[in-house]
């Protein structure tokens, strides 16, 4: 891929990244963009989709289409082929033709039953332990051309830093969802407190007894029994402000 066209795909991938309202959008947006180009380079039908390996095992993410998700969680459900080995060893792996392939007999078989007879996954190395990689699906027998292959390798070069951006933007904006909830269920707490203390004239560490109490013997979470209370006298949800 040429420096140009690299430059292009990188900024229409942020353009992506900037009008995606969380990870997944964004990753179905690369999907599609990444099936485009690739098609393009092939003067055919290609289809992609995006495996996401956070912690343990891959799962498919997006797709370029519902059947292109599909494609890649019945690689997934083989537990093994051309996109798994390439997250596992960090490098391109393809299968030219299904009918002749021997790596994966039972994955070519599923294949060849869809009707996909040549795949493609290309890695992407995101952040830390996270790894993603692009999985392209072919109706014909050696439709990843040298010319094509370059397109496809080229493309996640290309997508690189987008894409570890993206989950860098995604990992801050669960930890910020992450500590709303928390200062949701303290300020619920206190509240709680504050009602038992009046109701009862006793002090904040026992109104906090009496309120775990009731949370055990309820079989309930505190931050749960106490909104519960606020709701009760107050008919509405209880809610933190932070501005």
């Known amino acids: 891929m040429s420096s140009t066209a690299n430059n292009e795909s990188v900024q229409q991938l942020q ?43 891959p799962a498919t993410a997006a797709g370029s289409s519902e059947r292109a998700m599909e494609l890649d969680r019945l690689e997934q459900a083989v537990g093994d082929g051309p996109c798994i080995k390439a997250l596992r060893e960090m490098t391109p792996v393809m299968i030219d033709d299904v009918t002749i392939d021997s790596r994966w ?13 040549s795949s493609l996954g290309v890695p992407l190395e995101v952040h830390g332990d996270a790894r993603a990689a692009l999985n392209f699906f072919a109706a014909k027998p050696g439709a990843f051309t040298p010319d094509v292959y370059e397109k496809a390798v080229g493309f996640a070069v290309a997508a690189h830093n987008t894409m570890h951006l993206s989950v860098r933007i995604n990992a801050a904006q669960n930890r910020a969802e992450d500590l709303e909830a928390a200062l949701e ?10 009602v038992i203390m009046a109701q009862n004239r006793c002090t904040q560490a026992e109104a906090m007894e009496i309120l775990t109490r009731v949370s055990s013997n309820r079989n309930r979470k505190l931050r749960d029994v106490a909104k519960d209370l606020i709701e009760q006298l107050s008919g509405d949800r209880v809610e933190t402000h932070f501005d």
Do not use: W
């Open 185 to 194: 269920s303290r300020t619920a707490i206190n509240l709680a407190c504050g």
């Open 15 to 57: 353009e992506i990244l900037v009008g995606a309202g969380n990870v997944v959008e964004f990753l179905a947006g690369l999907s599609g963009m990444a099936a485009a180009a690739v098609s393009a380079a092939a003067n055919d039908h290609i289809e992609c989709a995006v495996t996401l390996k956070l912690h343990r095992k």
């Open 105 to 117: 007999p039972e994955l070519t078989r599923r294949f060849a039953d869809a009707g996909v007879y």
